[in-house]
Nanobody, 122 residues
Framework: EVQLVESGGGLVQPGGSLRLSCAASGFTFDDWAMSWVRQAPGKGLEWVSDISWNGFNPDYAESMKGRFTISRDNAKNTLYLQMNSLKSEDTAIYFC???????????????WGKGALVTVSS
């Protein structure tokens, strides 16, 4: 059974940092690209970032470039999202997802975690 379990969410002040982790199990982690997707209160899903199976070629939504860093540790079956210079508009539930492809999520995502809530507020 595929499982994706996010952790590391919480309350942080504007300008602060937070690192999300996603523990993966039930599939061969280093065979697939992974992604982060978020959903702000009252809004739809927003793609955040992709990382390829080998950790190369990370890609980000424009508003996250320079502030967020995606990474993975294939030995630990874990995906990360380092978030710096957080803004109130980054408040959202952040979902870890498994891509259908090996390089990015262009062909879709087939498994999702339950999400981690990030609240950016003073």
């Amino acid at each position: 059974e595929v499982q994706l379990v996010e952790s590391g969410g919480g309350l942080v002040q504007p300008g602060g940092s937070l690192r999300l982790s996603c523990a993966a199990s039930g599939f061969t982690f280093d065979d697939w690209a992974m992604s982060w997707v978020r959903q702000a209160p009252g809004k739809g899903l927003e793609w955040v970032s992709d990382i390829s199976w080998n950790g190369f070629n990370p890609d980000y939504a424009e508003s996250m470039k320079g502030r967020f860093t995606i990474s993975r540790d294939n030995a630990k079956n874990t995906l990360y999202l380092q978030m710096n210079s957080l803004k109130s508009e980054d408040t959202a539930i952040y979902f870890c997802t498994k891509a259908r492809g090996i390089y990015n999520s262009g062909t879709g995502m087939d498994y999702w975690g339950k999400g981690a809530l990030v609240t950016v507020s003073s």
